[in-house]
């Protein structure tokens, strides 16, 4: 008996310790209780999340310099049966298969972003207290400052625009915010009540972030120094930093578009406008007056918000970029500007560094050069960047909510641009701002957005004889899928 | 011990009286001075029962009984007395027995007195044939002492029985009985029984009596294993367990690197998406090797001589020990054990010839194949090529054709396979330590040259005793090579024009086949061959596995196992840069020409069990309890790295590779999972007549989330042994009538995996400012459960003579079926895992056997089983319908040709769906369809389909006969199936939507549409104009002239019945005594031919990819 009962005893002993002994998982595969039981599974997460932006159909190229890009920049008009894809953009073509799958890729891709956003917050919250507080708060700041940009970006690409004008579209549903990693559907909201969602995350980061966020310079270096494993939170511009969700801000007040909104939207610009220099500062002319390898050709240190793009796909950024905006290695579907219209462009000022840095003449064409990445550079510092938001923008916005002082801040972007003359009282300031707009965001893919935001009907592009716009090439249409499985209405 | 229980005790004096009471009804009137009265007596050997009714007759005095059984009382006896006082008469008559007297009054009782007579009995237990049997069991007659015979052969049991008879009975061996008189070292043989084999059921875990088991298994040794082949294991089962379905691949054919498919009782799971064409893996049962689990590529290559027994456990009695792995069903294979006490060596030897079987090719010759190509307008111009220059190409071929070139491809890259198998083992060791050496080697030769698959197999089993503890070891090695032939897959030699030339005239591969064109020269397949091509794959396999087993008590046990098996395995695929693979390359690609993949696996498995075995019977009551843990670990890795780039053909490294193949990079796969497992079994037998089982299961698994990680499994089963039952006793015939039910869960493991937790990977190709970062994988379905079946059986077990007959009745539900269904993309993900529905499985299994005569030199016996399966989808999930939907657009893609899958509720699961066909129009030559309403239509419509058929046979069976007669014994099967369908693809793709440029079936010109007011079964011959709609956007242009695809049509969903001569031997065995004065106890040799012949309703090409072969072998045995 006692034999009996010494095995029993031993089996009971195995069986008490297996729950533990049964948790594993290969290394291939981590699960979501493993990856966060360290403050490393964190930061790995929260830059899984950047890597997850950098996606082709992200901020990588379809959101920026591709698909929103050609959208509305006056770019040549390209061949439907050479180029079919780009033609189709252009053309504002959504219901083409191959726009199609593009759109529902831009759909999707921000989705699976914020999905690893909402996993990691639920995470951020049970395991606070395996979590240093300056990362806690600095982790958390982020995820939802980017959480709220995510949505912000598919708001502005799948919903109505010109909000300001028609405050009747405030009741209607836009996209699902998703604050919840699940397999269920989130219903649908109105657009004040999303832009509150927004708001809210947005305010609840920058409260974390206020506190923390080493660009502020609040803290000496040292007080990061046990959270600051391999330089995680060195370069802040390439992060969800505290002025990027204030320019987040702006940018989601002014699109709100109501007064009292866009008297928020200013105070935010200008959070972002008193941190010039001191946190951001504008390019030099020695930094572009130089050969085309060496230039700082997105003026970097201007990035309040930009990302780190090391691969698109299979290909690297370089090959990628570097076949579209290269009118002579790519003859069917470059985005090149026949040289007349670059000229119309930018006023014939050579002066403007825009016009005689940024872009390269082809032959007939100008072609954009922002993100050609050269080869054989000197400067690996501008290598991969794809500007996210810049301070110009907030001058912009700036300038469009403080009427009285908008000469002022549109006078300042302009001298920072190599533009000598200045704009005197009297002059159309939405005109300006217009060119502006129309000049600073080439390859960047917010001009769509300024349009759309204002509800303007005919807009320059892809060539100069004006297009006109509505709603139905304003807004994207939602992925099918979205729509039949989630029971969506989008118009 | 003496162990008489209180009960039974009690129901023994009961009867004796009630006896008493029947039998001597004066008692009630015998007088006071009874004991006074006189008898005369003489009798001799005659039972004491008969001579106290004698002395009862005469004197009137009535006895009664105490003590013993009623046998007791039949001891014979001899009395000789004359005028004797009875009292006096007793004494004499009982003197020197075990029996007293006790006058109590007016009767007098006997009173049995056991003396004890405290002895040990040891002795031996053989075979015939001088084996010893081990797991004999040895009874004392009328106790419940008793014992097995060890691993020796040998047993010892205590006995306080006076002259006890002892019972010994074995599996397949006649039970005996033998008085014991004081032997010293007994030695018993005992003889095999003609039928009954499956007396035991071994269940990997433990063993039953088969006579106390509820569940419903079949047992087969490796004498039924040894007559049917000698290829491998599952070839083999074909012949033998009809309800174990091993289909046939119909493209790989008898690609010696195929491993089989296989499913017990039907198709239980939906096939993912992904793999629908290969639907079969998830059904795939479990495999048990000497109580662990194997991989099935391990059973493949297994050595068949070690087989001792194999054992398919099918219902849910028989299975739920395995729980959550067991849904698909068991097959536990034992190995062999020590045989005999004598070294002994013996020897194996076969010799395989494999002959490729084409009968189910129908190609076209050359001059036919020029007449279809004129049909198709292969020669007419377009806009690519000239009209002259075709013309001209189609006189030089009809030339040739004329010249008498009729190249016969479908011979070129095959051959006669001889194959080779060698065996030797090694027996040795005394009464506590024996060995068994085992050394095998298998060289497979496929009958396409080149293929082959060789196999090294070394084992070592040794066993021990000590006391009363047993620990037995086998370590097995094994090391696998295998080559895929260089020729590449055999399509692409069945699709070559016979007005091609395969080689010059001195006999040397060309390169182009036809050169006639320089600009489309047409690469010779068979040149590939002559390059350094290589496609190989091997693996090393170790297995050692511990079992222990230690005696606690009588009637306890406590047995431990200890499995590890490490697994290295690695593949080359080499193509060298001439290879046809690489002829389109582009100028920028040429020196990415040439290619080497190769890839290692590691796997090991580390796995152990103790259980706690309670065996006892008592009286009319026996018990078996188990209780048991079980432990796994399971580790695999797998790496693979594409390289390209080969500037020489003599390369032949990867190490020369230029770089990784474009746009990869070093690829894998790595995975754990740990299991625990409990295990209680209950069984309870009351006088071997009624039987109940209880099983209780519980697993846990790492692969499940933590909110399910155990999972409970269980089983109930009752049976009676009507033979057991008085009321049957007067069928002497009847030796076994057993009615048995059982009802339990199983799980299905084969299917989940992450599915219901949230995974992260790391992202390896890109970092972010230097740092690294993991995203999700997918997303997760907290509320997934397991694939969780329940199996009801009902069965019937008879031997009536030399007939023996088993009948199951089955019926399996698989609830909460696994598959991934559509989710809104705002999730982040667009699918999930979720349960979605439920199939049903039911049929019937019948198993005959009739002896017809048996001697002792001589048998034949026939046999048959037909195993039948219905399988519907009882519920389905809405959700599902996206599958449908999705299944539907696919079938209506112009240039789709075959049915979909789709899942309907009521619906078999691989029904064939397809738009009902009113055949072809002998006007136009168009087919014509039948639409949803009923009315005629030419066009086709995915929302007419109907189900046409099921893709699996509703019945498959076996037949056969077997006997022997002075040592020459003969074996014939043959497997037959019916009742289902299948969507003669042959047809569509080489009669009707021919690709003019190759071969095609010969069908197209006889049975094809030609003229006006022709009766034909296929499609109008030639191109027909397509209209705008059919072909916009699917094909990319907006219409043209065509050839009209073929899309599911009924018209060519044909029933599948076939008979196959799928065994046929011969052997002879040699007499023993005669052998024995050259020094051999054992030689047997053996011819087989197997595949020999298939008989089927429908013409369609079998082994596309590998050729199907008829095998013919010799084999040879002898035991030294």
């Known amino acids: 008996m006692k034999k009996i009962l010494s095995i029993l005893s031993i089996s009971f002993l195995l069986l008490s310790s297996c729950d533990k002994w049964l948790d594993v998982t290969a290394q291939t595969d981590i699960s979501s209780d493993m990856e966060f039981e360290t403050e490393a599974g964190f930061r790995d997460a929260l830059i899984g999340v950047y890597i997850q932006m950098t996606h082709k159909s992200n901020y990588g190229k379809d959101k920026t310099w591709y698909f929103m890009d050609l959208l509305c920049q006056p770019y040549k008009s390209l061949s439907t049966s050479l180029a079919p894809t780009e033609a189709n953009i252009q053309a504002r073509n959504y219901t083409e298969i191959l726009t199609r799958n593009l759109i529902d890729g831009m759909w999707k891709q921000s989705y699976v972003a914020i999905a690893n956003i909402n996993n990691e917050l639920k995470y951020l919250e049970l395991n606070k207290s395996t979590l240093n507080s300056i990362n806690y708060s600095l982790i958390k700041g982020e995820l939802l400052g980017l959480r709220a940009f995510l949505h912000f970006d598919l708001l502005r690409q799948f919903g109505y625009g010109n909000l300001a004008n028609n405050r009747g579209l405030m009741d209607k549903l836009t996209i699902p915010y998703v604050v919840n990693y699940t397999k269920e559907y989130t219903d649908q909201l109105t657009y004040t009540q999303t832009i509150d969602l927004m708001l809210k995350d947005i305010d609840e980061s920058l409260v974390l972030l206020k506190q923390v966020d080493p660009i502020l310079g609040t803290h000496p270096m040292s007080y990061y120094s046990e959270v600051n494993v391999d330089g995680f939170y060195n370069n802040r511009q390439k992060r969800m930093n505290y002025y990027a969700v204030q320019a987040l801000r702006a940018r989601v007040c002014l699109w709100e578009g109501s007064s009292q909104m866009k008297a928020e939207a200013l105070t935010a610009a200008k959070v972002v406008i008193d941190a010039v220099p001191s946190k951001f500062s504008w390019v030099s002319p020695a930094e572009v007056a130089i050969t085309e390898a060496e230039r700082n050709l997105t003026f970097i240190q201007e990035h309040i918000f930009s990302l780190d793009v090391q691969m698109l796909g299979s290909n690297s950024f370089a090959t990628e970029v570097n076949s579209v905006f290269n009118s002579i290695s790519n003859i069917f579907s470059a985005q090149t500007i026949t040289s007349s219209n670059a000229a119309k462009l930018f006023e014939n000022i050579a002066s403007d560094y825009r016009y005689t840095y940024v872009t390269r003449s082809e032959g007939s064409n100008v072609t954009p050069i922002k993100l050609y990445q050269t080869q054989n550079t000197t400067k690996p510092q501008y290598w991969n960047i794809v500007p996210i938001i810049k301070i110009s923008e907030m001058y912009y916005i700036a300038a469009e909510c403080d009427p009285a002082n908008a000469l002022e801040y549109l006078n300042t972007v302009r001298a920072q641009r190599g533009i000598t003359s200045t704009l005197a009282p009297g002059v159309d300031i939405t005109a300006e701002i217009e060119k502006e707009y129309r000049k600073e965001f080439i390859a960047e893919g917010q001009l769509f957005y300024y349009f759309k935001r204002l509800g303007v009907v005919r807009i320059l592009a892809p060539v100069t004889t004006p297009s006109t716009m509505n709603d139905k090439a304003y807004i994207l249409p939602y992925p099918d899928k979205e729509i039949i499985y989630g029971n969506r209405v989008q118009f | 011990m003496h162990n008489i229980s209180f009960y039974k005790r009690f129901v023994i004096t009961l009867s004796a009286i009630i006896a008493v009471f029947i039998l001597f009804p004066k008692v009630a009137n015998a007088a006071s001075q009874d004991n006074e009265k006189i008898v005369t007596i003489s009798v001799k050997d005659t039972p004491l029962k008969e001579i106290l009714y004698e002395i009862s007759n005469q004197t009137g005095i009535g006895f009664m009984y105490r003590g013993g059984t009623e046998e007791i009382f039949l001891k014979k006896l001899s009395l000789n007395v004359s005028n004797m006082k009875v009292k006096d008469a007793l004494t004499s008559l009982l003197k020197g027995t075990n029996f007293t007297y006790n006058i109590n009054g007016q009767t007098i009782t006997i009173i049995y007195q056991k003396k004890s007579v405290k002895q040990t009995i040891t002795g031996k237990v053989k075979d015939d044939k001088e084996n010893l049997l081990i797991g004999v069991s040895v009874f004392v007659r009328g106790t419940s002492t008793g014992t097995f015979t060890g691993e020796t052969g040998e047993f010892r049991i205590d006995t306080d029985v006076e002259n006890p008879v002892l019972i010994f009975s074995y599996v397949g061996m006649i039970t005996k009985e033998l008085l014991y008189e004081g032997q010293k070292n007994m030695v018993v043989v005992l003889t095999e029984a003609a039928i009954g084999l499956d007396e035991v059921v071994v269940t990997g875990i433990f063993t039953r009596k088969a006579e106390s088991f509820t569940g419903a298994s079949q047992t087969f040794t490796n004498k039924d294993i040894e007559n049917l082949g000698n290829q491998n294991l599952f070839q083999s089962l074909k012949n033998l367990d009809p309800s174990l379905n091993i289909l046939d691949n119909m493209q790989q054919g008898s690609d010696p690197n195929a491993l089989p498919s296989m499913q017990l009782r039907g198709i239980s799971t939906f096939p993912r998406e992904d793999i629908a064409a290969n639907q079969t893996g998830v059904n795939m049962p479990l495999f048990i090797l000497d109580g662990f689990e194997a991989r099935a590529e391990r059973i493949f290559d297994m050595d068949m001589n070690r087989i001792d027994k194999i054992t398919i456990l099918k219902d849910a009695s028989s299975k739920a020990i395995y729980g959550s792995k067991a849904s698909n069903g068991v097959i536990v294979i034992e190995t062999k054990r020590f045989s005999g006490d004598k ?562 509720d009521g619906m078999p699961l691989n029904a064939i769906w397809a738009v009902r066909s009113l055949g072809i129009d002998p006007s136009t030559g168009n087919e014509i369809y039948l639409d949803r309403n009923d009315s005629p239509t030419y066009i086709w419509s995915a929302s007419d389909m109907v189900m046409a058929g099921v893709g699996t046979p509703k019945y498959n069976g076996i037949f056969g006969v077997t006997g022997e007669r002075n040592g020459i014994g003969f074996n014939i099967v043959f497997r037959f199936l019916g009742g289902g369908q299948i969507y003669n693809q042959t047809l569509v793709d080489k009669v009707e939507n021919i690709d003019p440029v190759y071969n095609v079936d010969k069908r197209v010109l006889s049975g094809r549409w030609k003229e006006e007011g022709q009766q034909a079964l296929y499609k109008r011959l030639g191109n027909v104009y397509m209209g705008e709609d059919a072909l916009q956007s699917a094909l990319g242009y907006t219409q043209g002239v065509v050839q009209a695809t073929t899309q599911s049509t009924t018209r060519f969903v044909q029933d599948r019945s076939e008979l196959t001569l799928s065994s046929l031997s011969v052997y002879y065995e040699f007499n023993k005594k005669q052998l024995k004065k050259i020094g051999l106890s054992r030689l047997r040799i053996g011819a087989f031919m197997n595949e020999v012949q298939t008989f089927s309703t429908i013409k369609i090409e079998r082994g596309t990819y590998y050729p199907f072969a008829r095998t013919l072998s010799l084999n040879f045995i002898g035991t030294f």
């Not at chain 2, 050359?366 to 013309?391: A, F, G, H, R, W």
């Not at chain 2, 001195?506 to 061959?529: C, W």
């Not at chain 2, 431990?560 to 920028?588: L, M």
């Not at chain 2, 009948?807 to 999930?832: C, H, M, N, Q, W």
């Open chain 2, 343 to 904: 070294a002994r060596v013996t020897y194996t030897g076969n010799l395989n010839i494999e002959m490729p079987d084409l009968s189910s090719y129908n190609l076209t010759n050359s001059m036919e194949k020029l007449q279809v190509e004129l049909y198709e307008d292969v020669y007419k111009p377009n806009l690519s090529n000239n009209y002259v220059p075709t013309l001209e190409l189609y006189n030089q071929r009809y030339k040739l054709a004329l010249e008498g070139l009729d190249t016969y491809w479908l011979s070129k890259p095959l051959r006669v396979g001889i194959s080779q198998k060698h065996s030797v083992s090694f027996e040795l060791g005394d009464s506590k330590l024996r060995a068994i050496a085992n050394l095998s080697y298998n060289g497979t030769s496929g009958v396409m040259k080149g293929s082959s698959r060789s196999t090294v197999l070394g084992d070592v089993a040794i066993s021990y005793v000590v006391d009363k503890v047993t620990f037995r070891n086998i370590m097995s090695f094994s090391s696998n090579n295998s080559a895929d032939s260089p020729y590449g897959t055999f399509d692409q030699y069945a699709k070559m024009n016979p007005y091609w030339r395969a080689t010059d005239a001195s006999g040397n591969v060309l390169r182009y086949v036809e050169d006639i064109d320089p600009d489309n020269l047409i690469p010779n397949p068979m040149y590939n061959a002559l390059l350094n091509t290589k496609k190989t794959r091997n693996y090393i396999n170790f297995t050692n596995n511990l079992y222990a087993e230690w005696k606690i008590y009588k009637d306890l046990k406590l047995t431990t196992r200890i499995g590890i098996d490490v697994k290295r395995a690695g593949s080359d695929t080499y193509y060298p840069v001439q290879h046809s693979k690489f002829i389109n390359y582009a100028e920028d690609d040429l020196l990415r020409r040439g290619s080497y993949d190769i890839s290692y696996e590691n796997s090991s498995d580390i796995s152990g069990d103790l259980n706690l075995q309670y065996n006892k019977v008592s009286g009319v009551h026996t018990i078996f309890a188990n209780a048991g843990i079980n432990l796994r670990e399971n580790k695999y890795d797998y790496l693979l790295y594409k390289t390209e780039g080969f500037p020489s053909d003599r390369l032949e490294n990867i190490i020369f590779a230029r770089q990784y193949a474009l746009n990869s990079k070093p690829s894998g796969y790595s995975s754990i999972s740990r299991e625990i497992g409990l295990l209680m079994v209950a069984g309870y037998t009351y006088d071997n007549r009624y039987i109940a089982d209880l099983t209780v299961r519980s697993n846990a698994s790492s692969l499940f989330g933590a909110d399910r990680l155990w999972a409970n499994f269980w089983s109930f089963g009752l049976g009676w042994n009507l033979h057991r039952e008085k009321f049957m006793s007067g069928i002497s015939d009847l030796t076994k009538l057993k009615v048995r039910g059982s009802i339990g869960t199983s799980g299905n493991q084969n299917f989940i995996n992450n599915g219901s937790v949230s995974y992260y990977s790391y992202v390896t190709e890109k970092y972010y400012e230097n740092q690294i970062g993991v995203l999700l994988k997918s997303m997760s379905n907290p509320n997934l459960e397991w694939e969780k079946a329940l199996d009801y059986n009902i069965g019937v077990d008879m031997n009536y003579g030399r007939l023996m007959v088993t009948l199951d009745l089955y019926r399996k539900v698989t609830k909460g079926l696994v598959a991934d269904i559509d989710i809104v993309p705002s999730t982040g993900f667009e699918t999930v895992k979720d349960n979605l529905g439920e199939i049903q499985n039911k049929g019937l299994e019948a198993k005959v056997s009739y002896t017809v005569f048996k001697t002792h030199n001589s048998f034949l016996n026939i046999n048959g089983a037909i195993a039948t399966n219905n399988n519907k989808i009882t519920k389905i999930s809405d959700q599902m319908q996206q599958f449908n939907d999705r299944q539907n657009s696919l079938a209506s893609d112009p240039r789709y040709n075959k049915p979909v899958l789709r899942y309907v």
